[in-house]
């Protein structure tokens, strides 16, 4: 017999506002824990460093996680110039320094230029990407270094706001980027460009895909709630699990299509896309899950989420 799952049959997303020193999966379980939640699963790790928004799925969302982790995403960093990291934010080691009291705004202004639109980086040993089956930070953290492949990404958006003179200047950026970049490596790559090294000393995600920081909810607003053993009220900050899908066309099903497409099987319907995943939902409003239009213009069923 198999084992039951402890907890409530909870569903949809919560935007968190992930808080400073906690890393993604202590956040995670944390609000697992405070919703009584069957089954919750984030949407992409920020670092204990790094603060803001942090999707987290809840039951049957968790199907669709994926679509967050695909997502551009947007921050807010300071950057700290005159010192170099072993783990490209402030939490590393400081492997070397120098004064930096030469660097302008100016000269900060022209050097970001080369690193917005497509560009190549190389993903930083402290990170938890897989070499043979071990994460490259436990490597790390070993004393070993192995050769990573460059990756594409894209810089959306690469801005000065602001900049703050000295033997180690302070530069503050808001950066638009695509999946799998990372900051820290930006921050690098900068030092690097102006000769003088640099680093991550504050970071804060405010945009994951269609999710804002004004979408997100703090630990101490959940805890708040908790203490009042409000889950009707928890329950009420979270969005649809559809809600992480919204660049996918919605197509309309009748009840006799619902039925078929719950059962596996492609169906006809009146002036969808041509091509691509689509949502699918039913004339009622209810949502079912994700399919894909196929050759002949039929929607098969791609991803469909269970009826409570």
């Known amino acids: 017999m198999g084992r039951r799952n402890k907890g409530r049959p909870v569903n949809g997303i919560l935007v968190l506002d992930k808080p400073l020193g906690v890393s993604s999966n202590r956040a995670l379980q944390t609000a697992k824990h405070l919703y009584f939640a069957a089954k919750a699963g984030h949407t992409g790790s920020l670092d204990p460093l790094a603060t803001g928004v942090l999707p987290l799925c809840f039951?049957?969302?968790?199907?669709?996680?994926?679509?967050?982790?695909?997502?551009?995403?947007t921050y807010l960093s300071t950057f700290q110039l005159?010192?170099?990291?072993?783990?490209?934010?402030?939490?590393?080691?400081?492997?070397?320094?120098?004064?930096?009291?030469?660097?302008?705004?100016?000269?900060?202004?022209?050097?970001?230029?080369?690193?917005?639109?497509?560009?190549?980086?190389?993903?930083?040993?402290?990170?938890?990407?897989?070499?043979?089956?071990?994460?490259?930070?436990?490597?790390?953290?070993?004393?070993q270094e192995v050769e990573r492949k460059a990756r594409a990404v894209t810089i959306y958006e690469y801005e000065l706001l602001a900049f703050r003179p000295g033997p180690r200047p302070q530069v503050d950026v808001k950066i638009a980027c695509s999946k799998g970049t990372y900051i820290r490596s930006l921050a690098e790559d900068l030092g690097a460009a102006l000769a003088c090294g640099g680093h991550v000393s504050a970071l804060r995600r405010i945009q994951a895909g269609p999710f804002g920081i004004e979408d997100a909810?703090?630990?101490?607003?959940?805890?708040?709630?908790?203490?009042?053993?409000?889950?009707?009220?928890?329950?009420?900050?979270?969005?649809?699990?559809?809600?992480?899908?919204?660049a996918l066309p919605m197509v309309r099903l009748t009840e006799s299509g619902g039925f078929y497409i719950r059962q596996g099987?492609?169906?006809?319907?009146?002036?969808?896309?041509?091509?691509?995943?689509?949502?699918?939902?039913?004339?009622?409003?209810?949502?079912?899950?994700?399919?894909?239009?196929?050759?002949?213009?039929?929607?098969?069923?791609?991803?469909?989420?269970?009826?409570?």
């Open 265 to 308: 099987q492609p169906v006809q319907v009146p002036l969808a896309p041509v091509s691509g995943l689509v949502r699918v939902g039913l004339e009622t409003g209810e949502f079912l899950g994700v399919g894909e239009i196929l050759d002949d213009g039929r929607v098969a069923p791609r991803r469909l989420i269970v009826s409570q």
């Open 59 to 73: 039951g049957e969302a968790t199907k669709f996680s994926q679509y967050l982790l695909d997502a551009d995403k």
């Open 217 to 246: 909810y703090t630990m101490t607003a959940l805890e708040q709630l908790k203490e009042e053993d409000a889950y009707t009220n928890m329950d009420a900050l979270l969005l649809p699990s559809d809600a992480a899908l919204g």
């Open 82 to 143: 005159g010192a170099t990291t072993a783990t490209g934010d402030s939490e590393g080691e400081v492997v070397a320094e120098q004064d930096a009291s030469f660097v302008t705004e100016a000269m900060v202004a022209e050097a970001i230029g080369p690193f917005r639109g497509p560009i190549e980086q190389i993903p930083p040993m402290y990170s938890a990407l897989k070499h043979q089956g071990q994460p490259l930070y436990k490597l790390a953290r070993a004393g």
